[in-house]
């Protein structure tokens, strides 16, 4: 089965930081990924599908991209509602699976 | 549009639970739908995702004999049944419903039900 990890596992930054997170998968999934947000005690939000195609309502300083095996979801310009954990996800076939996920954390 | 999780609780190892997914504001019958866990403090698991309009019902292998979905489309829900619990299984289950089109990306998530299983 296909697997996915994700880079770096925890990120400190600060208001206003570019941060990007990478996320690799074994074998070639075309741009069949997802990227989702994820605050304490909340469900996962949908971000990014088909790699780099943004979710309605989330803001544009969210941006994906990437193929085949590596993948990266970058934060312009971070807010501070963006502090958040990070999960990617394959989605070209079964078995789905995530990536183990990044956590953004305030500097 | 949201979906509700109910029939998480305390069971004891090797007991049994079944999980609801009830969808409000659209047919779920019409989507596929996921159920995903995460244990405390740790990442997100897929666990299976249920076909809309009849289709296949897929189950990660490690859950395969132990956990078994199925669907109400007269109450508009899915059902996860967990068998044989163990105490690795405490999580809290999510379900989540798939973004319509050819793959499997999950737009809609509840707010997930907690099983703990403990002796």
């Known amino acids: 089965d296909i697997q996915m990890t994700q880079s770096p596992s925890s990120v400190s930054a600060s208001v206003g930081d570019r941060v990007t997170i990478t996320c690799r998968a074994t074998?070639?999934?075309?741009?069949?990924l997802a990227w989702y947000q994820q605050k304490p005690g909340k469900a996962p939000k949908l971000l990014i599908y088909?790699?780099?195609k943004l979710q309605d309502g989330v803001p544009s300083r969210f941006r994906g991209g990437g193929s085949g095996t590596y993948f990266t979801l970058t934060i312009t310009s971070l807010q501070p509602e963006d502090f958040a954990s990070y999960f990617c996800?394959?989605?070209?076939?079964?078995?789905?699976?995530f990536g183990g996920g990044t956590k953004v954390e305030l500097k | 549009v949201q979906v509700v999780e109910s029939g998480g609780g305390l069971v004891q190892p090797g007991g049994s639970l079944r999980l609801s997914c009830t969808g409000s504001?659209?047919?779920?019958?019409?989507?596929?739908v996921n159920w995903v866990r995460q244990a405390p403090g740790k990442g997100l698991e897929w666990l299976s995702s249920?076909?809309?309009?009849?289709?296949?019902?897929y189950v990660a292998d490690s859950m395969k004999g132990r956990f078994t979905v199925s669907r109400d489309s007269a109450k508009n829900s899915v059902y996860l049944l967990m068998n044989r619990l163990r105490v690795e299984d405490t999580a809290v289950y999510f379900c989540?419903?798939?973004?319509?089109?050819?793959?499997?990306?999950?737009?809609?998530w509840g707010k997930g039900t907690t099983v703990t299983v403990s002796s």
């Open positions: 504001q659209f047919i779920l019958s019409e989507y596929s």
């Open positions: 088909d790699a780099s």
């Open positions: 989540a419903r798939d973004k319509m089109g050819p793959h499997d990306y999950m737009d809609v």
């Open positions: 074998q070639g999934i075309g741009t069949y």
């Open positions: 249920l076909s809309g309009s009849r289709g296949p019902t």
């Open positions: 996800q394959r989605a070209d076939s079964f078995p789905l699976a």
